[in-house]
């Protein structure tokens, strides 16, 4: 039987109920059932999960909230979108909530719409699992709120202008 140190351990949903989902453990191949605000509780299920995965349980969380069937006074777990390591960082979102995000492999900034990011499986694979989940929470809350806009690359952050007596000065 393989050794299996915690860091190694990734979970994936195989099943799913009207109650409740099917997580299985990569590495000791076990199986939980769990409820989705157990899951969103769980800090170490979010960030081990894949991408598409993290993003469908954003959508569900978002359309349950939508629903009343979850308050959000029952998230207690709080999840760090950006890690040292990323290679794609969320920067900032807008007030329209789409994502400004920064690669930092090839030094390159696109504003994006979270639901276009949730409908393209190779985007959404470059985000982590937690910024995939913090994606599909956004993509369920927009959903049907206001149609999709294209997205396209920012030209440089917005910048601040200071207006003293009437003359402006940029910073």
Do not use: W
């Given at each position: 039987?393989?050794v299996?140190?915690?860091?190694?351990?990734?979970?994936?949903?195989v099943?799913?109920t009207?109650?409740?989902?099917?997580?299985?453990?990569a590495?000791?191949?076990?199986?939980?059932?769990?409820?989705?605000?157990?899951?969103?509780?769980?800090?170490?299920?979010?960030?081990?999960?894949?991408?598409?995965?993290?993003?469908?349980?954003?959508?569900?969380l978002?359309?349950?909230?939508?629903?009343?069937n979850?308050?959000?006074?029952?998230?207690?777990?709080i999840?760090?979108?950006t890690?040292?390591d990323?290679?794609?960082?969320?920067?900032?979102?807008?007030r329209?909530?789409?994502?400004?995000?920064?690669?930092?492999?090839?030094?390159?900034?696109?504003?994006?719409?979270?639901?276009?990011?949730?409908?393209?499986?190779?985007?959404?694979?470059t985000?982590?699992?937690?910024?995939?989940?913090?994606?599909g929470?956004?993509?369920?809350?927009l959903?049907?709120?206001k149609?999709?806009?294209?997205?396209?690359?920012?030209?440089?952050?917005?910048?601040?202008r200071?207006?003293?007596?009437?003359?402006?000065?940029?910073?």
């Open positions: 039987m393989p299996c140190l915690k860091k190694d351990f990734s979970y994936r949903i099943d799913e009207p109650d409740y989902f099917i997580i299985q453990t590495c000791l191949r076990t199986i939980k059932k769990a409820k989705l605000i157990e899951i969103v509780n769980d800090r170490e299920i979010i960030t081990h999960l894949p991408a598409e995965q993290a993003c469908y349980l954003g959508i569900r978002a359309i349950e909230v939508k629903n009343g979850i308050s959000t006074n029952h998230f207690t777990c999840i760090p979108l890690e040292a990323d290679s794609v960082v969320i920067e900032y979102e807008t329209d909530k789409e994502l400004f995000c920064f690669n930092r492999d090839t030094e390159t900034s696109v504003l994006l719409d979270p639901r276009n990011i949730a409908l393209n499986s190779e985007l959404l694979n985000f982590t699992s937690r910024q995939s989940f913090y994606i929470f956004l993509s369920g809350t959903s049907y709120s149609p999709l806009k294209k997205s396209g690359v920012a030209k440089k952050p917005p910048q601040l200071l207006v003293v007596n009437n003359v402006s000065r940029d910073h």
